[in-house]
């Protein structure tokens, strides 16, 4: 099984960056790839996502995602609870792995298959195996430095890659 990676997102008051590394990792033990593209843009560049969880899952759930946003001309929100409200209740997508942090230039979410949808109070999102090493260096760059948020996801990746194996510092980063 495919699994592990890290995705960061934050929001200040000038944009919304949100990066993501390139490892895909098999097993415990085997690197598979280290150029992974896990965040890109949707809806004509106006919503970002990134995902961590099983590969083919997460891309499945992305285009669930996208034609919510088609189906719901662009609203991030609505179409996030829709999305959640499906995957929650279909017998196929409930046995989805993976995780999705979707923003646009006004909100920040993490979308679950549990039917959660969560807007962080601090405009700071993480996902996957290095999450929590991102999210605590985030939050500090964010409290205590003038660092822009793409320049924020940069760092806070970097140092999350330092400590998870499950996370490379060949990060892609798409801001709004």
Same mark, same amino acid.
Request: include cysteine; glycine fraction near 8%; proline fraction near 1%.
């Given at each position: @099984?495919?699994? /592990?990676?890290?995705?960061?997102?934050?929001?200040?008051?000038?944009?919304?960056?949100?990066?993501?590394?390139?490892?895909?990792? @098999?097993?415990?033990?085997?690197? @598979?790839?280290?150029? /992974?593209?896990?965040?890109?843009?949707?809806?004509?560049?106006?919503?970002?996502?990134?995902?961590?969880?099983?590969?083919?899952?997460?891309?499945?759930?992305?285009?669930?995602?996208?034609?919510?946003?088609?189906?719901?001309?662009?609203?991030?929100?609505?179409?996030?609870?829709?999305? /959640?409200?499906?995957?929650?209740?279909?017998?196929?997508?409930?046995?989805?792995?993976?995780?999705?942090?979707? =923003?646009?230039?006004?909100?920040?979410?993490?979308?679950?298959?549990?039917?959660?949808?969560?807007?962080?109070?601090?405009?700071?999102?993480?996902?996957?195996?290095?999450?929590?090493?991102?999210?605590? %260096?985030?939050?500090?760059?964010?409290?205590?430095?003038? @660092?822009?948020?793409?320049?924020?996801?940069?760092?806070?990746?970097?140092? %999350?890659?330092?400590? =998870?194996?499950?996370?490379?510092?060949?990060?892609?980063?798409?801001?709004?």
């Amino acid at each position: @099984m495919f699994q /592990a990676t890290t995705i960061l997102a934050v929001k200040t008051k000038e944009k919304i960056a949100i990066g993501g590394d390139g490892q895909v990792t @098999m097993g415990q033990s085997t690197v @598979m790839k280290h150029t /992974a593209q896990k965040v890109r843009t949707l809806f004509n560049g106006k919503v970002a996502v990134g995902f961590a969880g099983s590969v083919a899952d997460a891309f499945a759930l992305e285009e669930k995602f996208e034609a919510k946003l088609d189906q719901y001309s662009g609203n991030l929100q609505r179409s996030a609870i829709e999305l /959640a409200k499906e995957w929650r209740s279909d017998s196929f997508l409930r046995k989805l792995d993976a995780l999705l942090i979707a =923003c646009d230039k006004d909100s920040l979410l993490i979308i679950s298959g549990n039917g959660e949808v969560i807007e962080p109070d601090d405009g700071v999102a993480s996902i996957g195996s290095g999450s929590m090493y991102a999210l605590a %260096a985030a939050r500090a760059l964010l409290r205590h430095s003038n @660092m822009s948020a793409d320049e924020i996801v940069k760092e806070a990746m970097l140092i %999350a890659s330092e400590i =998870c194996v499950y996370t490379n510092s060949n990060i892609k980063i798409v801001s709004l």
